[in-house]
């Protein structure tokens, strides 16, 4: 059940736990900071996908998107990771620096996401499960269209990155167009000209195909409800400690990053181990392809299993 509360009487518990942590860990502080050899890793896992997309051009339609779901996701998903390292300004030495490499870092995407992606994620950081500003809240319409049917539950994972980027108009004081969106349009879209061209359209409909799985349909997609539905009760955000995190840069470390966003993807496991009195007592995920499962068949969990602050627009 939605859970729409004040944004006065619903603390943020990271901010909260951010406080303790350092108040009882102060050795904490030495894991914040950038992680320069991430530029490396993006420069790895562009090349890569890139690669895989050549392959995919010449394979059967079938195979193409067999390659994308086991192989293409795990690495689009990487790069999200990557991106939103990016946002946070944690690989190079200024925020515009670090703007111009989210961007590249988006590219096998498809899509023009990098620089929106920091504009609405940071605003997810300043306002946690905000009703308006957080676009990782379904709209209230989303949640009764959907209820507990599993097959409406299966259709909007598979939407929800288009429903994501929907949610943003909802946003009315923070444009998605600015410099930077345009910038990234024009680059990206000689970047899928480039692919389409000299790899194939096959090629670039495999690099869209990853990108959706990767977001939605797919036991990767279940990391939306791990992140912040409650799975247990008076918890509002969930980790994933599953083998998956070495494959994407350790995206499924969500209460750690949001208790301390200025920690990169590389040192996270550091701030669990470091503070295990405050992490070991948390519910945690070991499986994303269990949680999809439960979410897809247990009708108490909703896309609104959530603490949701503010009004509802």
């Not at 859970?3 to 860990?25: G, Y």
């Not at 490396?40 to 050549?54: E, K, M």
């Not at 990155?161 to 410099?179: C, E, G, H, K, W």
Request: net charge positive; aromatic share 10%.
């Amino acid at each position: 059940m939605n859970q729409i509360n004040s944004e006065v009487f619903t603390p943020d518990p990271h901010r909260d736990r951010r406080r303790a942590l350092l108040k009882n860990h102060p050795e904490i502080a030495g894991l914040v900071g950038r992680d320069s050899r991430t530029a490396g890793w993006i420069a790895v896992v562009v090349t890569a996908q890139v690669a895989l997309a050549g392959i995919a051009g010449l394979l059967p339609t079938w195979a193409m998107f067999a390659l994308a779901w086991g192989v293409g996701a795990f690495a689009a998903l990487a790069l999200w990771t990557l991106v939103h390292e990016c946002s946070h300004d944690l690989v190079l030495g200024s925020a515009k620096a670090n703007r111009m490499l989210g961007i590249a870092a988006s590219l096998p995407l498809v899509l023009p996401v990098g620089a929106a992606f920091r504009t609405y994620h940071l605003l997810h950081h300043r306002h946690p499960g905000h009703a308006i500003y957080d676009v990782d809240v379904p709209a209230p319409w989303e949640a009764r269209a959907v209820g507990s049917c599993p097959l409406r539950k299966s259709v909007w994972l598979a939407a929800n990155p288009l429903l994501q980027s929907l949610r943003t108009a909802r946003i009315r004081d923070v444009p998605m167009v600015d410099r930077w969106f345009v910038l990234n349009l024009a680059v990206q879209i000689a970047f899928d000209a480039a692919v389409g061209m000299l790899l194939g359209w096959q090629a670039l409909a495999y690099l869209f195909a990853s990108n959706c799985f990767a977001l939605g349909l797919h036991p990767l997609g279940a990391r939306f409800v791990q992140e912040h539905c409650t799975l247990r009760e008076g918890q509002e955000t969930t980790s994933y400690y599953g083998s998956a995190n070495r494959l994407v840069f350790n995206a499924g470390y969500h209460n750690e990053h949001h208790d301390v966003a200025r920690i990169p993807w590389s040192r996270l496991p550091a701030l669990r181990a470091a503070a295990p009195e405050f992490y070991d007592t948390l519910h945690a995920e070991t499986s994303w392809s269990r949680l999809l499962l439960r979410f897809l068949t247990d009708k108490s969990l909703r896309i609104d299993s959530r603490v949701v602050r503010g009004e509802v627009g």
